[in-house]
Nanobody, 115 residues
């Protein structure tokens, strides 16, 4: 019911910033609960941040105070602003949409933090 395309990944030095975007298709984006996950090589995929259809947000403890999730329903887009990046933030970042019993995933975008 929805297709997701992530963008905005790249290479950044420690302490730098990246802004990830997730563009969604469809006319009912506003009802979806959205989230960002990340997965580093050899590690489990973990929830980074989420935002509901009423803009309630939650963050993993490891990113709280550094990352901000937001959404623009008029643009069918959810964002993840990542500041004060650390090497341990290096991962593939995935966007997820959820409604009722359905989960929809994007293909991911790579964020690399390195000197």
């Amino acid at each position: 019911q929805v297709q997701l395309v992530e963008s905005g990944g790249g290479l950044v030095q420690p302490g730098g910033s990246l802004r990830l975007s997730c563009a969604a298709s469809g006319s009912i984006f506003y009802i979806y609960n959205m989230a960002w996950y990340r997965q580093a090589p050899g590690k489990q995929r973990e929830l980074v941040a989420s935002i509901t259809n009423i803009r309630s947000t939650n963050y993993a403890d490891s990113v709280k105070g550094r990352f901000t999730i937001s959404r623009d329903n008029a643009k069918n887009t959810v964002y993840l602003q990542m500041n004060s990046l650390k090497p341990e933030d290096t991962a593939a970042y995935y966007c997820k949409a959820h409604w009722r019993v359905g989960d929809y995933w994007g293909q991911g975008t790579q964020g690399t933090v390195s000197s």
